[in-house]
């Protein structure tokens, strides 16, 4: 369920497409990261192989940007609508309050986050917010182990890409009660109003 444009891979699945296969991921206890890629990305990618191994090595690569659709349909693929990184969040949020998984917000500067936070909770009440860390925090080792020892299942990480992919990369099997990791970029700023 996956096309290919100049190397890089990206998921045909829409919202709830996902949402269904993650319910049967985290019912196997596997663990998931989704990534957004958008024309930009796929550019950068060219030049850098981390870039291009890091959304390949991706569970799910949303088709973020108008640019993706558009070079499906040249190319006859089958992505007809954009899977954006800021709603793909907010419908984890609501499979989050609904499926009692706690979560994790860890990026951005510590006003926005606090912003980003109190959103969250306002428009999702029964949500647990296990613990937020804003994304300039030094130490990774207490950071990991406050993040293990919250009990958090789903990590929403804003430090901006490649950042928030590396560091899910280093530190996605010292988390392995963590069932999900999405990369969402300036996603906490949007939240914060
Ligand atoms: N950020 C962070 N720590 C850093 C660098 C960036 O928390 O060391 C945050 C920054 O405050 C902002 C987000 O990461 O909230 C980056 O958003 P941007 O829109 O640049 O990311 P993109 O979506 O373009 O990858």
């Known amino acids: 369920m996956k096309e290919t444009y100049l190397g890089v891979s990206v998921s045909r ?6 949402i269904e296969q993650l319910e049967h991921r985290f019912e196997r206890h596997e663990q998931s990261t989704i990534i957004a890629v958008n024309p930009e990305k796929v550019m950068t990618a060219q030049r850098d192989p981390v870039v291009k191994r890091l959304i390949n090595e ?5 088709a973020d940007g108008i640019g993706m659709i558009l070079a499906s349909k040249i190319k006859g693929g089958a992505i007809r609508s ?9 419908r984890l949020l609501r499979f989050a309050e609904e499926e009692a998984h706690p979560i994790y917000l860890y990026g951005a500067k510590a006003d926005v986050l606090q912003k980003a936070s109190a959103e969250i909770a306002r428009r999702h009440p ?4 296990a613990g937020q860390t804003d ?28 950042k928030q992919e590396l560091w ?5 099997s010292r988390l392995p009660n963590v069932l999900l990791f999405q990369g969402v970029g300036g996603s906490f700023d949007v939240l914060s109003g």
Not at 58 to 62: K, S, V
Not at 126 to 129: A, S, V
Not at 143 to 157: T, W, Y
């Open 135 to 162: 994304g300039y925090e030094q130490d990774e080792e207490a950071l990991v182990e406050r993040i293990h020892s919250s009990g958090a299942r789903i990590l929403f990480i804003a430090l901006g890409s490649p």
């Open 126 to 129: 029964n949500i647990h917010i």
């Open 58 to 62: 991706a569970t799910f690569q949303i």
């Open 168 to 172: 899910i990369e280093r530190n996605l």
């Open 82 to 90: 954009r899977v954006t990184g800021v709603e793909m969040m907010e």
């Open 13 to 18: 699945y829409n919202y709830e497409q996902i």
